[in-house]
């Protein structure tokens, strides 16, 4: 049986993964979010509902995506995700077209490897994760669940991290280092040491000052 898809949420991050969706032609069956009424020009041609009315779809006959944005501070993303796998739903991964995924690479239920992204041999990819625009996994990373490595993230070899860990746009991690879990890693980071459960790292900022 075709399983109908559907989207959750219609901000940025959706609108992204309706264009990798609709590249791939792929029919999306909806968009559904709390409230919705109209939508942004990237996704009006899509239907919308509202989270309940997926309530009467059988768990077997739709797959979800979500497509809610992941920041620091917000979970969101993760809220919606429990709430609908535990009622019983399925979420379907979303790999982009243009993103080069390693075949020894395991990726979870879920995931999302956006435009531009590399992941190489041996990494693991827990369930709910965005690998985002450009970011590079590099070999035997393990990576856990509801983890957001924003666009252009670099992980070296074998870097590993826990649960809901954010890696800030553009932070690069060198090899072997360990994130726990709930950390924070600041746009523009260079991780060379291990980081903590519930730790946010910031990196290091350029100073300004008047020319005499
Ligand atoms: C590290 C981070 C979590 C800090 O958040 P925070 O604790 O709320 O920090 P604040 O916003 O209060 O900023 C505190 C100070 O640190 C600076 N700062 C914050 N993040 C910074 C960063 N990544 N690089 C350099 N300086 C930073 C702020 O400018 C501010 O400076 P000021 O005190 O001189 O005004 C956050 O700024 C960050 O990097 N988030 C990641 C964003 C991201 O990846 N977005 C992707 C969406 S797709």
Redo the contacts with the bound molecule.
């Keep these: 049986m075709n399983k109908k898809i559907f989207i959750l949420g219609s901000g940025g991050h959706a609108s992204v993964l309706v264009d990798i969706l609709l590249q791939q032609q792929i029919a999306i069956a909806g968009i559904a979010g709390p409230g919705l009424k109209s939508l942004r020009k990237s996704l009006e041609n899509i239907p919308c509902y509202q989270d309940s009315d997926l309530l009467s779809f059988k768990t077997e006959e739709i797959l979800l995506i979500n497509g809610i944005?992941?920041?620091?501070?917000n979970s969101l993303r993760f809220d919606v995700y429990k709430k609908f796998i535990s009622l019983g739903y399925s979420f379907e991964s979303v790999i982009a077209s243009s993103a080069i995924v390693s075949p020894h690479a395991i990726l979870a239920s879920g995931v999302q490897v956006m435009q531009g992204a590399i992941i190489q041999a041996g990494a693991v990819i827990g369930e709910n994760t965005i690998i985002?625009t450009g970011v590079i996994v590099e070999h035997n990373c393990i990576i856990g669940s509801n983890n957001?490595l924003?666009?252009g993230v670099t992980l070296s070899g074998e870097v590993e991290s826990k649960n809901n860990v954010?890696?800030?746009?553009g932070a690069s991690v060198i090899q072997s280092i360990q994130i726990g879990n709930n950390s924070?890693i600041?746009?523009?980071?260079t991780v060379t040491k291990n980081v903590d459960d519930n730790e946010?790292?910031?990196?290091a900022?350029a100073t300004k000052k008047a020319l005499k």
Excluded at 69 to 73: A, E, F, K
Excluded at 166 to 169: K, V
């Design positions: 944005g992941s920041i620091p501070g985002n957001h924003a666009p954010h890696f800030g746009t924070v600041g746009a523009g980071a946010i790292l910031y990196p900022r």
